[in-house]
């Protein structure tokens, strides 16, 4: 499968999940756009990095994905963008009623509002392309919950019913809107989690992972960075053209449960 010549728009890919499934969109020959709020040396290094590796064009573009403003001037400094993958996102873990409400804030338009600013900016380029494809890094957190993150599943079942929306909204178009609802995959997001849910569960490291993260994934493993940038290249393949409006679990069978 090669998607030379398309432009994929990545947010939030200096790290993680982002990263990954920027590193897979350029193995299958895209250009690519890496994207996170810091402006640091070794951000741009990462696209030049993929650049040599994939021999494709990759660049960074510094946005803070907590803006629509800078959501809407990323797209625009894009140049092209016939892949969107909002993928930005952040955790907090608190009970509701001592839930801050920065974080709060943060979590809405971050995990959520920044996908509606991105794609109302990325829809009329696709539409003047003739083909777009949209992948929304929702969660397990899209379709069940969990206590104490409140914020985070709201906003991720929020994803999920924008994804649907979006579909509708473009169905008779070449242009397909999805969601990956990804189980736990130990990223730094993951890995900042544990010392707070070692503290509410009073538990040691082990136990979080095992007896807590890894207890709502039957396969008992972790999900990987690999598996979400393949994911998200199917999604962007031919044989995808007509999957539009829905969620692929990649959770070792967490929502089967
Ligand atoms: P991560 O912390 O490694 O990556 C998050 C990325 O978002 C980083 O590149 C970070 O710089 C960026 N980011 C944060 N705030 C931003 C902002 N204001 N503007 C622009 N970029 C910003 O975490 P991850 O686990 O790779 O998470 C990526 C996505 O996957 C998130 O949406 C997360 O909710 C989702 N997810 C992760 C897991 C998991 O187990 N790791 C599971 C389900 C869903």
Redesign the pocket.
């Known amino acids: 499968m090669s998607l030379k010549g398309k432009t994929a728009v990545i947010?939030?890919?200096?790290?993680?999940?982002?990263l990954g499934i920027a590193r897979e969109l350029a193995r299958a020959g895209a250009d690519v756009v890496l994207?996170?709020?810091t402006d640091r040396a070794e951000d741009h290094e990462l696209a030049s990095q993929l650049a040599a590796e994939f021999g494709v064009g990759a660049r960074y573009i510094q946005?803070?994905?907590?803006k629509g403003s800078e959501c809407r001037a990323l797209i625009e400094q894009a140049g092209a963008c016939d892949i969107l993958v909002n993928?930005?996102?952040?955790?907090h873990v608190a009970p509701i009623e001592s839930f801050p409400e920065e974080k709060w804030d943060a979590i809405i338009a971050?995990?959520m509002s920044s996908a509606y600013h991105t794609m109302a900016a990325a829809l009329p380029k696709m539409r003047a392309a003739g083909w777009g494809r949209i992948v929304n890094?929702a969660?397990?957190h899209g379709l069940t919950a969990s206590p104490y993150k409140s914020a985070y599943v709201a906003a991720k079942h929020g994803v999920v019913g924008m994804t649907k929306t979006v579909a509708l909204e473009t169905a008779e178009e070449p242009i397909t809107c999805n969601a990956i609802c990804?189980?736990?995959?130990l990223?730094?997001?993951?890995e900042a989690q544990i010392p707070d849910t070692m503290e509410k569960y009073n538990m040691s490291r082990e136990d979080v992972v095992k007896k807590v993260m890894l207890e709502r994934q039957p396969s008992r493993e972790f999900a990987t960075v690999e598996q979400m940038g393949g994911t998200a290249v199917f999604l962007c393949s031919d044989a995808a053209a007509q999957i539009t409006g829905t969620t692929i679990s990649v959770d070792g069978g967490w929502t089967a449960l």
């Open positions: 947010t939030g890919s200096n790290s993680g999940i982002g994207n996170s709020f946005a803070d994905m907590s993928n930005a996102g952040i955790q971050i995990n890094i969660s397990a990804p189980g736990y995959v990223t730094p997001l993951v």
